[in-house]
């Protein structure tokens, strides 16, 4: 499984970790939480559980404040261009995450989420799962999303690139299409988020987006190329005009250790220490996402049971392609 060098800043961000940062590294997945990124959201999503789950309407209220706009509203009676704008669909996804464990807390009891023994959250989902697991407040949370989705929008805006689901390849093969791809377009394109075997996603320039749909299947073997319906080139260089607003508003939230192990998108580990956490969410916006990374080491910690929480249900179809007999429960809103 190849495994992209990460940037020069979380290198020296790992280096200057105290030993209070290794405090998770033999945790367990027995019982693990998994929280959905951007391109999970629907219009129509948490109207039932606002309606059933008292204290998920509670976070909506909060959130809606934060804001500035009815966040409800938006989630329920779109339009799917405003829901779909990054901007927005930051912090819906992340309200509507944790209104799902509400959700799953009223159905098993406040004691049910005592056994989860470790979080993790797909890109904008590892917001969610650190909320869950104490390290941030719900509050923060919003705060964070809000201009985390702001400034990638921003940085989007800026250039005209884009993302491509590369579907049939395996990750040494992906990467060879991008390179082959930049040589043709002269410009940039590499994986993003590297999903499971033969699921991968690569951003970059709009032109290299299309060399990539034109030669993946013919030259590389591809079964197919979709364009994502995302506003540009995420978890690469093309974002970096986001780290710094990132940087500032993450300057001023007050990280807690997390009760519960949290893996990393970066580096597919855990971390203990709030600082090596907080520089890791400043960088995570150009690093790829490590998700097939992540799963297989919760798959080698004695996993028995996982749960997704928030919409759609794109993990559990993920971890499906990775290994059948793995389930995960889907607690929908």
Not at 40 to 55: L, R, S
Not at 128 to 140: H, Q, R, V, Y
Not at 294 to 320: D, N, Q
Request: proline residues 4%; charged residues 25%; aromatic residues 6%.
């Amino acid at each position: 499984m190849a495994r992209p060098a990460f940037k020069q800043v979380f290198r020296a961000a790992t280096m200057e970790a105290s030993a209070t940062d290794s405090d998770f590294d033999g945790f367990k997945s027995t019982k693990s939480f998994f929280f959905p990124g951007q391109g999970a959201q629907v219009v129509g999503m948490a109207k039932e559980v606002v309606d059933e789950c008292p204290a998920a309407a509670d976070l909506f209220t909060k959130a809606s404040d934060i804001l500035g706009y009815d966040l409800l509203n938006r989630c329920t009676e779109g339009p799917k261009e405003l829901l779909d704008s990054t901007e927005v669909s930051q912090p819906a996804i992340f309200v509507a995450s944790m209104a799902a464990v509400e959700k799953y807390k009223m159905e098993n009891g406040e004691a049910s989420i005592d056994d989860v023994t470790c979080a993790m959250g797909l890109s904008l989902g590892e917001y969610s799962a650190l909320c869950f697991a104490g390290a941030i407040s719900f509050e923060d949370g919003v705060k964070i999303t809000k201009v985390r989705g702001e400034a990638m929008q921003a940085a989007s805006d800026a250039v005209d690139s884009g993302m491509v689901s590369v579907i049939g390849l395996d990750s040494a093969k992906t990467s060879e299409l991008c390179e082959k791809a930049s040589e043709m377009s002269g410009e940039k394109i590499a994986i993003a988020n590297y999903l499971c075997n033969g699921n991968y996603a690569v951003s970059g320039s709009k032109k290299a987006c299309e060399v990539v749909a034109s030669i993946a299947k013919p030259d590389f073997g591809a079964r197919m190329t979709v364009p994502l319906a995302v506003a540009g080139a995420f978890h690469t260089d093309f974002m970096e005009p986001a780290v710094s607003k990132l940087a500032d508003v993450l300057k001023d939230v007050d990280i807690q250790k997390p009760r519960i192990p949290v893996i990393s998108n970066v580096d597919a580990k855990p971390h203990s220490d709030p600082e090596v956490i907080k520089k890791i969410l400043t960088t995570q916006v150009t690093n790829p996402v490590l998700w097939e990374n992540t799963m297989a080491s919760i798959l080698e910690r004695g996993f028995e049971e996982g749960f997704e929480l928030g919409p759609g249900k794109v993990v559990a179809g993920i971890m499906k392609r990775i290994d059948k007999k793995a389930g995960i429960t889907n607690i929908v809103v």
